[in-house]
């Protein structure tokens, strides 16, 4: 139809496995991302890019204008719940005021569609599992906080304007592009099964992990893992949905199926084929107990099909990822 979704964030990891679905689903990309963490080399070729902030209004605005944008899909911003600890205004001006900014500029613009990166920590220590989108938001740390504010504001937008949205509050993110052609390139990445990989490749002396107290079976931490290339399917159901007329909808993207961290590292050591140092350590600030989706309404409303709900080929995918990385630097 001529028009364009721009996508912020999109030369990190999961924007740019979002830019991939749109390519296969024939859509128009536009990427915007100030690099701090994402890699150019991950958009790619043929896909505008625009190195800046999204929280840039006179570069956004143009953006919209010239490439008839009726859709922002919005992943730029700080993922790390501890980081958002020690430095929590970093996570209120990275993520609630610049999307503040970016929401500003899709109205003005009149932009149809919004597509924003949520997370489960907004439920932050839930009282039942699965988790719906019903049960309370309670985030415990102030990553999750910067991010539910701004389902606020997008509720608020699409009460008094005519844009619509979806929230996706995604669950644990990981895996790589099954052909190979994107995958985890951020040089600080912390998240588990990135740091699990990287000490069965001999790149960081094993790993720790982060609590052995936890009430579940074996004490640590129990997590919903969800392959990046179906959560990117989501985005692009997530738009098909807004398309074809949709009603503004706040949403989980998991498998509804949790494992523990040790759970975790005994897949990478078996798909790995390799054992490696694990140390024990104290609880992480902010880290909840078990965070696992019911995934019914995303089934339901988005017809999301999920086509990678294997922890094996999560970690397959990432481990491929790893030894050829087309881009990015090894840990
Ligand atoms: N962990 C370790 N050792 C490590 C890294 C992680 O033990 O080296 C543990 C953590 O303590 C936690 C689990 O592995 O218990 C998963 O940690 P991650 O850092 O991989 O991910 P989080 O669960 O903290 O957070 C991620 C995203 C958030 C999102 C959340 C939702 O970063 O954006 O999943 O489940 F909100």
Redesign the pocket.
């Known amino acids: 139809n001529g028009s364009s979704v721009l996508v912020t964030g999109g030369a990190g990891y999961i924007g740019s496995h979002a830019v991939l679905a749109l390519l296969d689903a024939g859509e128009r990309a536009v990427v915007i991302d100030d690099l701090s963490t994402g890699l150019q080399a991950a958009v790619p070729e043929g896909v505008p890019f625009y190195r800046a902030s999204c929280g840039d209004t006179a570069m956004v605005a143009k953006i919209l204008q010239n490439h008839a944008v009726d859709t922002i899909m919005h992943f730029a911003g700080s ?3 501890a980081e958002s600890v020690r430095d929590p205004g970093k996570y209120y001006l990275n993520n609630t005021v610049n999307t503040h900014a970016l929401i500003s500029q899709a109205e003005r613009a009149g932009v149809l569609h919004f597509i924003f990166s949520s ?3 907004v439920y932050g220590e839930p009282r039942t599992i699965p988790i719906e989108e019903e049960n309370a938001t309670l985030p415990i740390n102030p ?1 999750g906080r910067s991010k539910l504010a701004i389902e606020w504001m997008l509720r608020d937008a699409a009460a008094s304007t005519s844009l619509r949205y979806c929230a996706l509050r ?3 993110v990981a895996g790589a592009d099954p052909a190979g052609r994107s995958g985890q390139s951020t040089r600080e990445a ?3 099964i990135h ?1 699990a990989v990287q000490a069965a490749l001999g790149r960081r002396q094993g ?5 052995s107290d936890y009430p579940t079976s074996d004490g640590s ?1 129990i ?1 919903d893992y969800v392959h990046v290339t179906d959560l990117a399917q989501a985005h692009v159901d997530a738009l098909t949905y807004l398309r074809s007329g949709g009603e503004s909808l706040t949403c989980n993207v998991g498998y509804g199926r949790g494992y523990s ?1 040790l759970d975790v590292i005994d897949v990478v050591k078996r798909v790995c084929r390799v054992d490696f140092d694990v140390r024990t350590r104290e609880r ?1 600030p902010g ?1 909840p107990a078990i ?1 696992v989706a019911s995934n019914a309404k995303a089934k339901s409303i988005l017809r999301w099909r999920s086509c990678h709900d294997h922890l094996e080929q999560i970690v397959q995918h990432a481990l491929s990822w790893e030894r050829q990385l087309k881009f990015g630097v090894p840990a």
């Open positions: 993922i790390s719940v997370t489960a920590a990553y995604y669950f644990n912390f998240h588990l740091v790993m720790d992990v982060f609590g931490c997590r961290v992480r880290d965070l």
